[in-house]
């Protein structure tokens, strides 16, 4: 089961890049079947898990069904609470969220050297320190902090992040920090194996809850229009209907025909197979709605 959820992470995070640059959406909808088969694998290894257990010292098979269901509906509950309790604190909602992507919209369209600038000249009131060309400088207390700053469409990658950390080696300090308004997770895994200095990435919410610490922001020059609505249904059906599922849902359609030998039921089977190879078919069509999706270019 975990090579299954690794496997589908690694198939959204292969795609990512090029999806993210057509158009968000697409990437949510990935995101969101993700996240829907990681929950249903890990319910269902609850389930059986407390079944077996469960099984063992009760007597009749039922009972051991009922009560693991009972079992797995409380935990799911738990889980619920503790990962909604863990996103309010990580994520930004409300108007926090909207003017934090103004403020990072700003930031995109700025110089590095204004950037830098802005960063330097609110700090000067509360730390020393001086500004470069390349990064602030800045002594919090004992310690030495470099401040970097990368705000592109990109992510922050690992060759971008060593840049920075082979420009920072012309200066002392005891910590690098690099707002940002995104980084890649390989970008993140290379930053936590740096001993010293320390490398501490910010993303688009760390920075922004960064600026609002100190009640400073840049000011907003740039506006752009509201992205072009998008009817989800659309977009999902792009992702489904995608030319890479057609094996898929091929192999899915000849397990169903190779079972249908075996079960009594078979129709059912025989329903579920010319399903799948229906879809397996509309995934070598070229829906107009699907071109839409992949040839439209925005910033």
């Known amino acids: 089961m975990r090579k299954f959820r690794a496997l589908c992470r690694k198939q959204v995070s292969v795609y990512a890049p090029v999806l993210n640059a057509v158009h968000p959406s697409i990437l949510i909808g990935m995101n969101m079947i993700s996240s829907w088969v990681d929950f249903i694998l890990s319910r269902t290894v609850i389930f059986v898990l407390a079944f077996i257990w469960i099984r063992f010292y009760a007597d009749g ?29 990580k994520d930004l909602t409300g ?22 600038a802005f960063f330097a000249e609110f700090l000067k009131k ?16 004992a310690e030495a902090t470099l401040i970097f700053t990368s705000f592109r469409h990109e992510p922050l990658s690992p060759d971008g992040l060593a840049r920075i950390y082979i ?15 995104g980084f890649a997770p390989a970008a993140a895994d290379a930053a936590r194996r740096f001993a010293k200095p320390r490398v501490i990435l910010q993303n688009a919410a760390d920075t922004y809850k960064f600026l609002k610490t100190y009640e400073t922001f840049p000011d907003v020059t740039v506006k752009l229009n509201p992205p072009k609505n998008r009817k989800k249904f659309k977009v ?22 190779f079972g249908s030998f075996f079960i009594r039921y078979n129709l059912y089977y025989l329903i579920s197979a010319s399903a799948f190879m229906t879809l397996a078919l509309l995934c070598r069509v070229n829906f107009k709605f699907k071109s839409e999706l992949t040839e439209e270019k925005v910033i």
């Open 61 to 89: 098979i039922w009972v051991a069904v009922f009560a693991a269901l009972a079992v797995t509906v409380l935990c799911s509950m738990v889980l619920s609470f503790l990962s909604r309790r863990k996103k309010r604190k």
């Open 95 to 116: 108007k926090d969220l909207k003017h934090a992507e103004t403020v990072m919209t700003q930031l995109m369209f700025m110089e590095n050297a204004r950037v830098l």
């Open 126 to 141: 509360h730390y020393r320190c001086m500004a470069t060309g390349e990064c602030v400088l800045a002594e919090t207390g």
């Open 167 to 181: 420009a920072a080696g012309k200066y002392s300090a005891d910590k690098i920090l690099i707002f940002t308004n």
């Open 236 to 257: 999902l059906l792009a992702v489904a209907l995608a030319h890479r599922n057609a094996k898929g849902y091929l192999f899915g359609a000849l397990f169903m025909v």
